[in-house]
């Protein structure tokens, strides 16, 4: 079993930043693939950023590219999502997720573990 803490989330203004970072339990976190997925009020959870877990191979949504950055540091157990630019409409709950075969892939539902997620609010 894995678990997953989100934090970081708050109110910021148009063009501000933030930083999401996920906390996870298990001894073999640097196996794991990690993902950044959100989900906006009325409408489906969305891919966001995966990284794998050596770290090397990241992948991102288009809609964030250039602007958000995801880490990990595996000493900690951590993964980060650094949010750059911010736009209203990056406006969402923020969850992690574990893909304990480690691909990474932008599908939902090829993650084994979530987190309760953390709110962002863009205001404009």
């Known amino acids: 079993q894995v678990q997953l803490v989100e934090s970081g989330g708050g109110l910021v203004q148009a063009g501000g930043s933030l930083r999401l970072s996920c906390a996870a339990s298990?001894?073999?976190?640097?196996?794991?693939?990690m993902g950044w997925f959100r989900q906006a009020p009325g409408k489906e959870r969305e891919f966001v950023a995966a990284?794998?877990?050596?770290?090397?191979?990241?992948t991102y949504a288009d809609s964030v590219k250039g602007r958000f950055t995801i880490a990990r540091d595996n000493a900690k157990n951590t993964v980060y999502l650094q949010m750059n630019s911010l736009k209203p409409e990056d406006t969402a709950v923020y969850y992690c997720?574990?893909?304990?075969?480690?691909?990474?892939?932008?599908?939902?539902?090829?993650?084994?573990?979530w987190g309760v997620g953390t709110q962002v609010t863009v205001s404009s």
């Open positions: 990284i794998r877990g050596s770290g090397g191979i990241t």
């Open positions: 298990g001894r073999t976190f640097s196996s794991y693939a």
């Open positions: 997720a574990a893909d304990v075969q480690g691909v990474g892939s932008g599908t939902y539902y090829r993650y084994d573990y």
